[in-house]
């Protein structure tokens, strides 16, 4: 087990190499402790983290942990107001922990893996309860997500990622709070591509990998460029449904070369077997991470729900059975095909960079009848990027509207009208939560546009299977877009859309004008009653704002939702 913390050690290493160089330095400076060989300690007040918890009982392996990994006095920095909010597992939770890495003890483990242990359980600023049972997630300093469950059984007690157990809270040390567990929470050193190979029994899928590419691309968690002199940190997250050899031999698949055949033998189109290969294991990836329950929550009242993949132009379904409480039963990929099934003990695996999840059945590239499509308009992984964590996706609506400039997003093509915008409340474009008044919204945000007068914007669909929609549009309408309802000023935010920039599929559209009433609230307008798409593929949907107001009145902005792609039967 030792050796294998090491393995995965070097790769996450390197990441923690580029993610902390754009920290302020002022927080956690990892690689220079300043106190380095002193204790210290604070006369004035209370102790500092480190310090504090040597005079307590019961954190003796914490502390232990901290000098072992170098770390105790990064967490007693008391100057430049650094604070920080430290989940301390207690020494039975740290011996449990121990336990579960397979080693008898802290000096069984690299002191490398130990610092990457501290920092996953350490969060900058300092949380106090009242604001920490509030939260749904905080971000850790090794950038990761942590979920925060609030217990509503046992008081002052919470769950972090489904596994950490905080039993007492906000105890007060002078540089932040101490949160102390009663299990400790496993660090994510693993990338998607480590946690398939280290299975052990998909060496099929990971040779697949490998002869297309995909092992890097899986392995890479964070890249940095320089973009106008700044650095600019892209973190990348996937979603694998993963097959075992033991399920490629159920269809007759016992080694690459034998699926290699197999893809060819099933092909019409007359496709290379690299292509095809590459097809394939692209047809087993989602370019964001999603849980099983996330992958099959329902969109309205349609049970089935389809979704794009890694391959060109290829998409599967995923059908949520309401009536049963067994795991493995709830959801069916590609129903009317080959049908898959997630394995539950071998999903929502978490790591570095996303989900795995196991699946029941080889599941070859398929083509599936019509299903209707919600297409998100901030669910990219681009979007999520640049929003705060704890910001992006609330479980709830918010006090206030949280509101990020998106507009460097590459899933995003703008111009600026060349007249400007005299809105300053938002960004050209900007990512936007949503309060109690719009509470329907999706996923409770929206994508607020503030282009300006003949300013444009281009976006990437979902695959859309090809057929015929009607297509409609969830817009938010607040109480100062009045104007534009009533045509009072401007022309009621007229658009020129369209798809692939094509002529037959250009509309002009003033959705606006189509809300039914005064109050602020989350209204749905029809872009298009019909369209007809006789490809299956991604599109590129376009607009430009030709409303004059977009430039002239400073309340004028477009805060999309969603758009549903609505299948019209024959």
Known sequence: MKTNIITKLSSVLLFMGVAFTACDKDVLNINSDPFKNQTYVNEMLTSPISTFLTEQEGFTE?????????????????SNGISFTAFVPNDEAMK?????????SLQELIPEYV????????????ILPDQFIMKKTVQNLSNDIISIQIDSVHAGQALLNDEGRVIEMGLSAFNGKVYVLSKAMTPLVETVY???????????MVEAMRATGWDKKLSTVVDTVIVDRQKVITHYYY???????????????????????????????ALTEDSLLREYVGYHILQNQYSTSEMGALQGSNLTRIWSTSAANQVFTI?????????????TLNAASEVAKFV??????????????????WMPVWEPQQVAVLWDL?????????????????TEPTASEKRTRVATASCFEYEMGESGTKNNTYHEIDYATCKSSFKTANNLDRIVFNVGYMGKVSIQTPTIVRGKYKVELTLIYATDHSFMRTLSDGNGGLLKMSFDEKDEYTIYNAPYTKVGSPLPGVYTSTLYEEIEFPETASHKFSFVVLDPAASTNSKFSLQFDCIRFIPIEN
């Open 239 to 269: 979603t694998i449904l993963n097959v075992n050899d033991a399920t490629f031999g159920k269809a007759g698949i016992g080694s690459l070369e034998q699926l290699r055949a197999k893809l060819k033998n099933n092909d019409s189109r």
């Open 344 to 361: 539950p003990e071998n999903s929502n695996i978490l790591s570095k960079n996303g989900y795995v999840h196991e699946i029941d059945s």
């Open 319 to 331: 059908t949520t059975d309401t009536t049963t409480t067994i795991e493995a039963d709830k959801y």
């Open 194 to 204: 480590d946690r398939i190979a280290d299975t052990g029994n998909s060496k099929i």
């Open 62 to 78: 914490y502390v232990a942990a901290l000098n072992y990994s170098g770390m105790f006095n990064a967490l007693n920095q008391s």
């Open 378 to 394: 901030a669910d990219y992984s681009e979007i999520k990027n640049i929003v705060p964590a704890e910001d992006y996706q609330p």
């Open 115 to 126: 610092r990457q242990f501290i920092l996953y359980h350490t969060v900058k600023d300092s």
């Open 96 to 104: 449990e922990f121990y336990q579960r890495r397979g080693v008898s």
